[in-house]
């Protein structure tokens, strides 16, 4: 029994239950046992080829997963000849170490231009919380670096007596950091998590001598892990294989502090988190007039002058740096989408900018994209730090969509969720829907209405791990929680969807066993989203975890799903047993 005291008058009692194995899984164990009691290594193995999809799996896998089950639940250290009971078994599904809904390892082809990758992208690396006031540190990059982050922002400041570089949000209240400190940073860190390179964008507002003083502390820093063009324009982009532990300078416009610091915007500061779900459903939809986009065409012109005038002045040791430029022609983002066939370089765009050329140029932004790098930053009024809907960048194929890592909520949930594929490794290639060229030069649009292409049930069965995680009281001070999951799709819009389960009262061990059906157009750019939360009758639903996952990625069978907090930091026990099956 579990006793909660209320008002400190009397206490309410509630049976603790033995935890349900699901019935799918007690009959996938007869099946494969022949009604036996214990599961042998060749039954495992039989197990794994044809219920979990794991072709290539060997007899030695199975006889790997008894004797870790066997070391966890019964302190045998050898194999032995052990076989796993029912009870033994239901662990093992349960344990995401050995039974990961997605593969953990980088499995995608590498040798393809980095313009046909995604690539996680911060913005602000340098920052530790809000835009205005927070500390500028090498700790933040440090942390997005050991998760994977393959793109490091730094904006160049002078110091107040012009003869060192800084490395601030200009025109804010935020707490300078040497820029030194954080080259050493990422020089130690950028491959820990990955060999594959780190591009470090450099926003800089310098004189030619301070330029020339961090092309000295660049090459010093990093010699030969440097990578440098052998001519000003690349014709095309070397592929990240090419690329291993290398580092990549880019360059970027000072254009965006001044946007960010004239932008004036009515209202409350930007959080995301109320009527988020309705966001993704129209990608590319615009509530701006007819009028403003004029303005829009305007506001790129004026980059085109300051980036022409950065590279006529800026010195000739620091240009040679620089292999990835940002390019802005004359006429707006339509002119600059049309490309070069002789070379290739980076466009940048805000959020505003990026859903803008979505809806009047979305395939000309697809095309572009195939041969040429797109950046996408956030508006300058999120202070909070907070974050937009990255699906509008992927489905037109912009591969940096720069994020405040510093920040949470939902958008970076889809963020984190995307770059869980190709093992983590922060480069995660391109679907061929958004590299192929169709007759008359036409090419992919995300609006563009598709047959189902296939159709992914899930399956929730149970839940375990918030009495390990949380504190017994809370989620509710008078009683065990009341959970339920919310499972959809995030992508194109014609996929993206929300569903529900029903709530189950008073349980730490929550079983649903509720199924979902949810017909895929584009499962190639489609992200499955889990949300648990504790329902409150009388206040805002308690948060319970969550986990964002892609699609193209799932494997099939039964699977042991780890859920995350807010911030993105995996949760040591919570997990969902959860059923993955393409039709």
């Known amino acids: 029994m579990e006793n909660y005291r209320v008002c400190l008058c009397f206490t309410r009692k509630f049976k603790i239950n033995e935890v349900q194995i699901p019935m799918e899984v007690r009959g996938a164990f007869a099946r494969f046992t022949g009604d036996g009691s214990l599961m042998t290594a060749d039954q495992l193995l039989r197990f794994l080829i044809e219920f979990q999809g794991e072709g290539e799996a060997t007899i030695s896998d199975a006889e790997r997963i008894i004797q870790r089950i066997m070391q966890r639940r019964h302190h045998i250290e050898q194999f032995a000849g052990h076989a796993l009971s029912l009870d033994d078994f239901h662990h093992f599904l349960f344990c995401d170490e050995l039974n990961s809904p997605i593969r953990s390892w980088v499995h995608q082809d590498m040798g393809a231009p980095l313009s046909h990758y995604f690539i996680f992208t911060g913005h602000n690396s340098y920052l530790t919380g809000n835009q205005l006031s927070s500390d500028c540190s090498d700790v933040p990059i440090i942390k997005a670096l050991k998760r994977g982050v393959r793109v490091i922002e730094l904006d160049l400041w002078p110091?107040?007596?012009?003869?060192?570089?800084?490395?601030?949000?200009?025109?804010?209240?935020?707490?300078?950091?040497?820029?030194?400190?954080?080259?050493?940073s990422i020089k130690e860190y950028a491959f820990c998590s990955s060999p594959y390179p780190v591009v470090i964008t450099l926003e800089d507002h310098l004189t030619p001598d301070l330029q020339t003083e961090v092309a000295k502390m660049v090459t010093q820093t990093f010699g030969e892990m440097l990578f440098c063009t052998q001519t000003e324009c690349l014709e095309e982009f070397p592929s990240p294989e090419a690329l291993k532990y290398k580092i990549i300078l880019s360059s970027k416009p000072p254009k965006e502090y001044l946007e960010a610091k004239g932008v004036e915007e009515k209202g409350k500061l930007l959080y995301e988190e109320d009527g988020w779900d309705k966001e993704f459903l129209d990608i590319g939809s615009d509530d701006k007039s007819e009028s403003d986009w004029s303005e829009y065409s305007q506001d790129d012109e004026d980059v085109n002058d300051f980036d022409h005038n950065l590279h006529q002045f800026g010195a000739p040791e620091y240009k040679s740096l620089i292999a990835i430029h940002a390019r802005k022609r004359k006429g707006g983002v339509r002119a600059s989408l049309i490309g070069d066939p002789k070379k290739v370089g980076r466009l940048?765009?805000?959020?505003?900018?990026?859903?803008?050329?979505?809806?009047?140029?979305?395939?000309?932004?697809?095309?572009?994209?195939?041969?040429?790098?797109?950046?996408?930053?956030?508006?300058?009024?999120?202070?909070?730090?907070?974050?937009?809907?990255?699906?509008?960048?992927?489905?037109?194929?912009?591969?940096?969509?720069?994020?405040?890592?510093?920040g949470y909520g939902r958008s970076l949930w889809l963020m984190q969720g995307m770059f869980r594929s190709n093992g983590g490794c922060g480069y995660v290639k391109k679907p061929d829907i958004l590299l192929e060229r169709w007759p008359h030069n036409q090419v992919f649009a995300p609006k563009m209405v598709f047959p189902v292409k296939k159709t992914l049930k899930v399956s929730i069965y149970m839940g375990d791990g918030w009495n390990l995680d949380f504190n017994r009281t809370y989620f509710d001070a008078y009683s065990p929680p009341d959970f339920y999951c919310k499972v959809g799709i995030a992508g194109?819009?014609?996929?993206?969807?929300?569903?529900?389960?029903?709530?189950?009262?008073?349980?730490?061990?929550?079983?649903?066993?509720?199924?979902?059906?949810?017909?895929?157009?584009?499962?190639?750019?489609?992200?499955?989203?889990?949300?648990?939360?504790?329902?409150?009758?009388?206040?805002?639903?308690?948060?319970?975890?969550?986990?964002?996952?892609?699609?193209?990625?799932?494997?099939?069978?039964?699977r042991a799903v780890p859920l995350y907090s807010h911030k993105g930091e995996k949760f040591e026990s919570v997990r969902l047993l959860v059923q993955f099956q393409f039709v």
């Open 159 to 184: 110091n107040s007596t012009k003869d060192g570089v800084l490395v601030l949000h200009g025109g804010t209240l935020t707490t300078p950091v040497a820029l030194i400190k954080c080259l050493k």
């Open 492 to 558: 194109v819009p014609a996929d993206s969807k929300m569903r529900k389960t029903e709530t189950k009262d008073d349980e730490w061990t929550p079983v649903w066993d509720a199924e979902f059906w949810f017909p895929l157009t584009v499962p190639e750019l489609a992200l499955l989203r889990i949300e648990v939360f504790e329902y409150d009758v009388s206040e805002k639903d308690d948060f319970g975890g969550q986990t964002c996952l892609p699609v193209w990625e799932l494997k099939p069978g039964i």
């Open 348 to 406: 940048s765009l805000s959020e505003q900018s990026l859903a803008k050329a979505a809806k009047r140029h979305g395939t000309d932004l697809v095309r572009f994209t195939q041969r040429n790098l797109v950046r996408v930053y956030p508006k300058g009024t999120r202070f909070n730090s907070s974050n937009y809907n990255p699906l509008i960048g992927w489905t037109h194929g912009a591969q940096m969509v720069a994020f405040n890592m510093q």
